[in-house]
């Protein structure tokens, strides 16, 4: 008998088949003044061809046994989903000085099971066994699948909750991808995926973010004139891929207007961190490259920066990608006090934090150029609940782009364009404007950049807890 109790109480305490894996709780976090009431555990998730993908799970605040698990994964490719925990919408927020966490009133584990999944390999904690980073959109899709798997069948307790599939930026081709695959096991309870600032369509994201630079007093009427007559025949422009040099040439000028002049491309309206002109820099012995975004891919301009950025990668053996005028160093500096990497349980075969992996996203393969299909495939099922939604004041990812792509999917509208409201502590205020189709709305968050829940925090909750618990926006 003795040996019987013995042997069941190891086997709970290692995480038993009904129960959290205890060796990945997190019981201690530096930074915090105090200790969380709720459950968080961080280790990895093991996929395919010897990868390890870094997790970090927050337990509702809520009723966790019963509460929707829901899925977050930032963008690139190749950016750290503890962005989104540490800076948008996790329980607690880094401080400036990068040693000090602050809680967060609008946390979405208010509500909700967050799991923050950084990947693919090579993204912050995350590593692969061969050290080879080199992937593409449908080898991502199928870790993150393998990787939800494995979560499952380490959390079973989570199995049979409500899942929802959420992401931002390149997050857009993450998701819907990785939707396409969830929808098809049964043994998964998806309800749905909301994509925020996502990447739907380079094509409709590149001709609506020059109408965008133009009406927002970005342009001028001279350029704006040469645009109409090199770029535009019949009613009908393209920028995107338009054969014509002088509208190649116009476009160059929008280019270096929006991703070179200094504008803070994730929100137009605020102020560039670490000032304008910073390409290039040299921090902490690394080479630091500013990505300029991911439009304008199938231009010469974009595939001749490209070429730069290898070219300067391959001098230097230490290189980080940070996004442009975001300040990445009180993460850096957090998550790689050896201290919370201990607490986290980070493997030391992973590489130091970074914000973005610059060899993940040089080298990684874009299989899709839109995902009208996956959305498609999603909607035909007629029983999950998209939400694509988009700060209005965003470049990198426009709103227009967004608005776009859902419009040509051409689904039945249910509700017209309309203002949608939320309250804070001066009232009712107008949030955005949302439209509303058969299973799928979008929605705008009024003068929110590409960082939705760090712009506008109590917005972006709002909206959050009606998309999960299926009210009306």
């Not at 750290?80 to 948008?88: A, F, I, K, R, V």
């Not at 970005?218 to 014509?244: A, D, H, I």
């Not at 595939?303 to 996004?323: E, I, M, T, Y």
């Not at 975001?326 to 919370?340: E, G, Q, R």
């Amino acid at each position: 008998m003795q040996v019987v109790v013995l042997c069941c109480f190891l086997f709970s305490l290692l995480g038993g088949d009904d129960a959290a894996p205890a060796a990945d709780e997190v019981k201690y976090l530096p930074g915090l003044q105090k200790q969380p009431s709720f459950k968080q555990y961080s280790g990895y998730l093991s996929v395919a061809d010897g990868k390890h993908l870094h997790y970090w799970f927050v337990e509702s605040q809520n009723k966790p046994p019963s509460d929707p698990m829901v899925l977050w994964l930032n963008g690139g490719p190749g950016c750290s989903s503890l962005d989104g925990l540490l800076t948008e919408h996790g329980p607690f927020l880094v401080q400036d000085d990068g040693a000090t966490l602050q809680y967060n009133q609008y946390s979405w584990n208010k509500i909700a099971n967050v799991l923050y999944l950084e990947s693919p390999a090579g993204v912050g904690f995350s590593y692969a066994e061969d050290k080879n980073y080199v992937t593409n959109d449908t080898e991502v899709s199928m870790n993150n699948y393998l990787a939800l798997k494995e979560f499952f069948r380490l959390f079973p307790e989570f199995s049979k909750n409500e899942l929802f599939l959420t992401g931002e930026s390149y997050g857009g081709i993450y998701i819907p991808t990785l939707a396409e695959r969830v929808m098809e096991d049964a043994s998964l309870n998806l309800q749905g995926v909301a994509v925020g600032n996502g990447m739907s369509s380079y094509e409709m994201n590149d001709n609506s973010l020059v109408y965008f630079a133009y009406y927002h007093g970005l342009l001028g009427s001279r350029l704006w004139t040469e645009l109409q007559t090199f770029c535009c025949s019949e009613g009908k422009c393209n920028f995107y891929n338009n054969p014509n040099e002088n509208c190649s040439a116009s476009l160059a000028e929008v280019q270096e207007i929006v991703y070179a002049s200094g504008l803070n491309i994730y929100n137009l309206y605020s102020p560039c961190p670490g000032g304008v002109h910073q390409r290039f820099g040299i921090e902490r012995g690394e080479l630091v490259i500013r990505d300029l975004g991911n439009s304008f891919v199938n231009h010469q301009w974009t595939q001749l920066w490209n070429q730069k950025l290898r070219g300067l990668a391959s001098l230097h053996l230490s290189v980080r990608l940070d996004p442009p005028c975001t300040n990445s160093t009180p993460s850096t500096l957090y998550l790689n006090n050896k201290y919370v990497k201990a607490a986290l349980h980070i493997s030391p075969k992973a590489l130091d934090w970074v914000i973005c992996s610059s060899e993940v996203n040089l080298n990684y393969g874009r299989v899709y150029l839109d995902v009208r299909k996956q959305y498609l495939k999603l909607l035909s099922a007629l029983k999950y609940r998209v939400l694509v939604y988009n700060g209005d004041v965003d470049m990198a990812c426009n709103f227009m782009g967004d608005e776009w792509f859902v419009e040509s999917l051409n689904q039945q509208v249910e509700v017209l364009r309309r203002p949608w409201l939320y309250n804070d502590e001066d009232g009712q205020q107008i949030g955005g404007f949302v439209k509303e189709f058969d299973n799928m709305a979008f929605l705008t968050v009024k003068g929110s950049g590409h960082m939705v829940p760090s712009d506008k925090p109590i917005a972006a909750f709002a909206m959050f807890t009606r998309f999960i618990k299926r009210q009306p926006y």
